[in-house]
């Protein structure tokens, strides 16, 4: 990958961590313990409950989604209005895991007025107090067995026939401020293969921000919309769908030219620092 070419950076990063696991190491500084996610998790409610997150998603949390990654992020988008294409229906929205906060907004304020929602891990839903707000902010947890596996499976469908987006960010794992792209498996891509809707991706990346060191930029780029290929048999079209989105955003990832934290693979044998 072009991130690896240390000529590319503009600046030393602020600091350098080491790994071995691209797959399933985890770099947040958030220790949550995961709350059970299973048959019981109430994944459906009522219509007061949906309203209120309704009002919570898109009108009374919109400007501060709007002032945080205006100020903090000097965010730009490039590319939103291919999303008008799928307008009128639901879809799905991969992205690249590198913010704890700003990775459950960027692709909201990106579709709005369009509703969004997100595929997280249970750690996601079990921050004391404020369970049923992240819920309503448009979280939908993975369950911890198969027991809670057909709602889970239903809530997702629900959201894409009413019309809403559903973002999935198929690394799993948080690397704060990662400007390459990691492997990924075609597991996620199951969901819009089943349901035969669109598939777009977001890759955000990162820029030194002119006249002002150690602060940064994000350039959130979206692509798409890529659609299931009904000639393959069904687990071709996962596979060519997650390779149509891992080498668009691998291809954006390119852009970046500021390492605000470096990731090196650890020597073998020796101890990954962090």
């Known amino acids: 990958m072009k991130n690896s070419t240390e000529s590319r950076w503009n600046t030393q990063p602020n600091k350098v961590i080491y790994y071995t696991d691209e797959l399933n190491e985890e770099f947040s500084e958030a220790q949550i313990v995961p709350r059970v996610i299973d048959k019981d ?14 009002t919570v998603q898109n009108v009374l949390s919109m400007p501060i989604k709007l002032c945080y990654q205006k100020l903090k992020f000097h965010l730009k988008y490039i590319g939103k209005e291919k999303l008008k294409e799928c307008r009128n229906r639901g879809y799905f929205i991969y992205g690249n895991h590198t913010q704890p906060f700003a990775d459950t907004f960027i692709p909201s304020v990106a579709n709005y007025p369009h509703r969004n929602f997100f595929i997280v891990n249970p750690e996601n839903v079990s921050m004391p107090g404020m369970q049923v707000l992240v819920e309503m902010l448009g979280a939908i947890p993975i369950p911890c067995d198969m027991g809670g596996m057909k709602n889970f499976v239903r809530s997702v469908e629900d959201k894409i026939r009413r019309n809403y987006s559903v973002t999935i960010y198929p690394e799993a794992h948080i690397w704060p401020y990662y400007t390459g792209i990691r492997p ?24 030194r921000r002119r006249n002002r060191p150690g602060k940064v930029n994000i350039v959130t780029y979206i692509d798409g919309p890529f659609f299931p290929d009904g000639s393959l048999k069904p687990k071709e079209r996962q596979q060519r769908l997650r390779d149509q989105v891992y080498q668009c955003m691998v291809e954006r990832s390119r852009e970046s030219n500021y390492e605000v934290i470096a990731y090196r693979r650890a020597e073998p044998g020796g101890e990954a620092a962090r």
């Open 184 to 207: 990924f498996k075609a597991v996620s891509f199951q969901y819009p293969v089943k349901l035969d809707c669109p598939v777009y991706c977001l890759t955000n990346t990162y820029h």
């Open 41 to 54: 998790f109430r994944y459906f409610h009522g219509r007061f409950w949906n309203f209120c997150s309704l």
